[in-house]
């Protein structure tokens, strides 16, 4: 008989980074927030393009260059497309290229807030053992143990102890794996069988409500 409950969570971060840009508004640097709009300037048959900023203090714009002065021949029809209609998740893949950012700026905030899908995909009645499948597209600025901590309703204390102990395992298997971020295709399983909040635990893991 199996033993385990299986859920996944799907997690996307609600915040898209910030960078830091020299505010003409405020006069000093300032965190940029992404506007989710694109500017387009074309010259010929080439393409200059942008992704739009603004001061979260004072709303002072800032461009951030994507490309400039591509041929629109080497542009595919749909990313073209989603280039003159701002598509919401071309946008957002620009907006997390982290890569890309660090090249405009030397200090990128990443706010930890984040929305969780929970799925149960197995619920026997009398599991024991519990096992967290992490989905994500973009990861998270959010550390393994506080992820768990949060939305198990347990302390980041005992999550260390029952992972000294043996009960609580990451697959792939890193070491500190509680300290690092929260990745995607993870497992987390953790053996709850002493456990007397056992299906307290099991109802915060399988309840999108929480989140």
């Not at 992404?34 to 080439?46: V, W």
């Not at 004072?58 to 591509?70: A, G, Q, S, V």
């Not at 701002?86 to 982290?98: G, H, I, K, N, T």
Request: aromatic share 6%; proline share 6%; glycine share 6%.
């Amino acid at each position: 008989m199996c033993n385990i409950l299986q859920v996944r969570w799907t997690i996307s971060p609600k915040t898209s980074p910030q960078p830091w840009i020299a505010c003409s508004g405020c006069g000093s640097p300032r965190p940029f927030r992404s506007s989710g709009k694109i500017r387009l300037n074309a010259n010929g048959k080439r393409l200059d393009a942008w992704l739009i900023y603004k001061c979260i203090d004072c709303d002072k714009t800032w461009n951030r260059t994507l490309f400039e002065r591509k041929a629109t021949h080497d542009l595919a029809p749909s990313t073209l497309e989603a280039l003159q209609r701002s598509d919401p998740d071309w946008v957002r893949a620009r907006e997390f290229d982290l890569d890309g950012l660090k090249r405009k700026a030397k200090r990128i905030d990443e706010p930890p807030d984040v929305v969780i899908r929970k799925e149960a995909l197995q619920a026997p009645i009398d599991w024991t053992m519990l096992e967290i499948g992490i989905a994500v597209v973009f990861a998270p600025n959010l550390r393994l143990d506080r992820l768990l901590a949060s939305e198990l309703a347990i302390s980041r204390s005992r999550l260390q102890a029952l992972g000294d102990g043996g009960k609580l395992k990451a697959y792939p298997d890193h070491s500190a794996f509680l300290r690092r971020r929260a990745k995607d295709g993870a497992r987390i399983v953790l053996d709850l069988s002493d456990a007397t909040d056992r299906q307290a635990i099991g109802e915060a893991a399988a309840d999108s409500e929480r989140s």
